[in-house]
C-alpha cells in the first residue's frame, strides 16, 4: 500500500511534497486528550485548536511570524493509545501534508496496562510507534518531526499506583528518546521540567489529575515545546 | 434588593469580601462569545477556562506567580449583550466573589443593531453597562474592575455595513472608556493594537470573521491586557 502512495506520488498523481497550496508551513499536533484540548471537530474557526499546548504554541509563534504566517492544525484525540494514532494516520496525518509533525502520545498506553483493561493487555507502545514513525519517513521523508516525551506527576489519578506507572512511562520516556533519536527527530524533554515546576507549587498545579495539565501546567509545555524547536534546525520561520 | 444585599454583608451574614476561602487571587472573566471560547459549563477541569484570551492569561500569569497562584474564572456566554451580563451577574458574578473582574462586551448589542434584529431594536448599551457598573461597585466595593475596549476590523461579517459598524464600535468604544473613568476601572484599549497588527498581516488572520479573534487575535489581546493591569494599580502578585 505504501508503495502504491510512494508511486503515486512519484508519478505526480499525487502531490506529497510539503509547503501546501497555501504556501504557508504547515505544523500538525498530533496526540491524545492533553493535545486534543476539546478541540473542534468540524470547520468551527472560534473553537478548531482547542485548549491545550497547541493553542497557546499557534498563539505565540503564530503572533511572532507575521510575516510567514505559519498554520497551526491540531488531530489530537481523547484516549489515544500509539496504535489508535496508527489507525487513523493516512486521513488525520498524511492527507494533511503536513511540513512539521509533533507527537505527544503515551499516558493512555500506561493508563490501560496500569488499570489491567482489556484494552491494555499487551504492550504496544513501542512497536506501534515504530510502525507511525516507519511509515511517515516513508510517506514524507522530509517531514519535520518532532517527539514529546510522555509525563505524570505523583497526584490524583497516578497516586496510588505510583510505583507502576512511574515504572511504565520511565520505559516510554526511554523509548521515546530512543525513537527520537532513531528517526531523525527532535526530543523535547517534559518530565524534567515539571519535576522542577513541582517544586515551586503542589503538583496539581500544573497537572490538575497527574496526567493532565491545567491551563499553567499547558503553558509549560508550550514554552519548553518552542525553546527546544525553534533552537533546532526545525525552527519554524 | 442591592440594600437588603448590602445589609447581609454589614451583618456577617453573607461574607461579600473578597480574597476567597482559598486565600488566592481570584480573576473573573465576564463577555461574550469572544471571552466564551467554549469554555466548560461544568466542573470538567479539562477544558474548564475556554480558548480565549483568557486561557492565554492564565497560562502566562499562572505560570509566572507560582507563590500565590492566582485563580481565573471565565464566565463569558456566547452571543451576549450588555444586558445580558446585567442579567445573570448574581450568579456568574458577585456569588464568585472575584478579586478582579475584566469585562469585555459590546459586539452584540452593536451587531444586533447594526442587523436590525429585534434584540436591537433600542440601543441600551450605556444603560445596561452602567447598571452593572454601579450595582458592581454598591456590592463589591473594593473590586479591582477592569474594562476591554471592544473592536472590529474590516473582514467578513463587518464588509458589508462597515460604516455603520464602524461609527457604532466607535460609539461604544468611546463610552467604555468613560465608563472606566466613571468607575475607577483600567481601561485597556484594543482596536490601536488590533489596527496596528493589520499593517503586518490581513484583518483576517487576526478576527477571523472582522469580530472573532483567531488564536493569534488572542494571543494580542492578552499581552496587551497583561501588559496594561500589570502597569497599573490592580497588578496581580
Not at 510539503?18 to 470547520?43: A, K, P, V, W, Y
Not at 499487551?122 to 512497536?127: A, L, P, S, V
Amino acid at each position: 500500500m505504501i508503495r502504491i502512495l510512494l508511486e503515486m506520488v512519484k508519478e505526480g498523481m499525487w502531490n506529497m511534497t510539503s509547503s501546501t497550496n497555501t504556501g504557508r508551513t504547515r505544523i500538525l499536533f498530533q496526540g491524545d486528550s492533553i493535545t486534543d484540548g476539546g478541540r473542534g471537530r468540524n470547520e468551527d474557526a472560534n473553537h478548531w485548536l482547542g485548549q491545550s499546548y497547541v493553542y497557546l504554541i499557534a498563539g505565540a509563534l503564530g503572533s511572532r511570524l507575521t510575516a510567514t504566517r505559519p498554520e497551526f492544525v491540531n488531530r489530537g484525540i481523547s484516549g489515544d493509545r500509539v496504535s489508535d494514532l496508527y489507525a487513523r494516520w493516512n486521513e488525520d496525518t498524511f492527507s494533511l501534508k503536513p511540513d512539521l509533525l509533533s507527537i505527544l502520545i503515551g499516558v493512555n498506553d500506561a493508563w490501560r496496562i496500569v488499570e489491567q483493561e482489556p484494552s491494555g493487555v499487551t504492550d504496544r507502545f513501542e512497536r506501534a510507534y515504530r510502525h507511525i514513525l516507519e511509515e511517515t519517513r516513508e510517506v514524507q521523508p522530509d517531514i519535520g518531526l518532532v517527539l514529546c516525551e510522555p509525563f505524570i506527576l505523583k497526584t490524583g489519578a497516578t497516586e496510588a499506583r505510583w510505583d507502576i506507572w512511574q515504572e511504565k512511562i520511565t520505559g516510554y520516556q526511554q523509548l521515546t528518546r530512543q525513537l527520537a533519536d532513531e528517526f531523525g527527530a527532535v526530543f523535547v524533554p517534559l518530565q524534567s521540567v515539571l519535576n522542577e515546576a513541582s517544586t515551586k507549587a503542589d503538583a496539581s498545579y500544573w497537572l490538575h489529575d497527574g496526567v493532565h495539565p491545567t491551563a499553567v501546567g499547558h503553558q509549560l509545555i508550550a514554552d519548553q515545546w518552542i525553546d527546544i524547536v525553534q533552537k533546532s534546525p526545525l525552527a519554524i520561520r
